[in-house]
């Protein structure tokens, strides 16, 4: 599917210009943290692509368009450091390959890297469909449901089948609401003056969250236990074996920790983002009975009444533009920064070594020069012979470059199939129609989604 064409205008120079003022010390801090996401549209329409501003007392450099954001991505791994997001955020992901720089990151990632390649989502397909229809069946007509909680369910259940071979049955419920925890948190301290606290200092909730996170650990550190005490009786091809059996040069195995650190990454960025974007997509749909009626029209067409599989997944066309106009509308991931090294440049001009430069999927996917009418769900903007062109880097909602989301592929699978199979079964009429959407460490709604359901019969209507 075409979905990206070059940069209708050529990107203007980098001339970055000061944004609004800021108090001592806080900087703009107290702004950004009341409304985030306004705060980002009034620093690009107010003062331009390249906009100085401050977080705390650390200078910042925000970019707006598609081919600064480009460049900075490319360059993050060789110009910029790893930018510190807080105490919270190290607390559930440790040292693992996420905030790691150089060559432990190459280390780490080509570690993990295999157990999410297009070959492996091949064979997850399977489980993600039969977490998915685990979920239709239990869902009776009529019933109301929290939409966040289902597809939380479901994304973990598929998490951590596919990739610890094990979906914790009963625990997985309190383990969710333990990961739930951690990372409201950790949005609370995105967002909030919290990244300033040194890391001594124990709040109610840092103490929330590291009783979370023991709860985490704990599980986590059963599973490498009960695997490491099977041994090679385990056989299996899941990143919990792989990380077991990875050797370094010296031939030393990982630690524990270490172990612990990649698993738990994994499972906190595998499993809220596909959730949230699945959150987003049912909303949009509840609010456009016409995307929502090609929809059905599509899985009638390719599925004939039959569950989906890996196969369909390249027919499912509009299943498909769909979660990406959901990802593009509501990215759940919606910032991404680094810290300037010296000799880093920009658009050819030098930026101040220690400057943390910024872009957001949420400002660049709704800037009206890429995107147009960029407030409405029209999944139809990504059909092959749409007349306007995406420019490149103007929908970016895993990032790019060498950091680029390691679990892309198994994301968009993943959403498209989960997609399939619940709404083969079921429309999800949601309330209220107004949803306000929080960012935290990741765009959320700031309420819980209701839905009520009624049933479809696969082939028919509802
Ligand atoms: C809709 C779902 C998802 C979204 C929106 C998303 C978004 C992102 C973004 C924006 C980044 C940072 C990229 C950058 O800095 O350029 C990232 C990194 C990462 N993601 Fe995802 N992600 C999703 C699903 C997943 C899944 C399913 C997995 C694993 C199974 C995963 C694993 C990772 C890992 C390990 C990294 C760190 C990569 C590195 O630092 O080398 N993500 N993701």
Known sequence: MTTTAPAATP??????????????????????????????????????DAVTWSLGPRRSLFLFHPRHIAELLGAVESDYDILDIGWAFRQVVGHSLILSKGAEWRRKRSLVQPTVRPRQVRVYAETMVDCARTAADDWQDGERIDVQREMQLITQRIVLRTLFGNDLGEQARALGDAMGVAQQEIGEEVRGLGILLPSWVRTPARRR???????????????????????????RDDLLSRLLAARDEQGRPLTAKEVRDEAVTLWAAGHETTSTALTWIFHLLSGSPAARARLDAELDRVLGGRPPAFEDYEHLTWTQQIVKEALRLYPPAWLIAGVAREGATLGGTPVRAGTIVWCSQWTTHRDPRWFRDPASFRPERWDPDAPDPIPDHAWFPFGGGQRTCLGARFALVEAALVL????????????????????????????????TLRRRTPGGTA
């Open 11 to 48: 990107a203007p120079p980098l001339v970055p210009v000061p944004g609004p003022r800021s108090l001592p010390l806080l900087g703009n801090l107290p702004a950004f943290g009341r409304d985030p996401l306004a705060f980002l549209v009034r620093l690009r329409d107010d003062h331009g």
């Open 209 to 235: 969250m590291l009783e979370a996170v023991a709860t985490l650990d704990a599980e986590v550190h059963r599973l490498i236990r009960a695997r490491q005490a099977a041994g090679a009786a385990a056989d």
């Open 420 to 451: 399939a199979t619940l709404a083969q079964r079921h429309h999800l009429d949601i309330t209220p129609a107004d949803v306000v959407p929080r960012p935290g460490l990741l765009i959320q709604p700031a309420g819980p989604l209701t839905a």
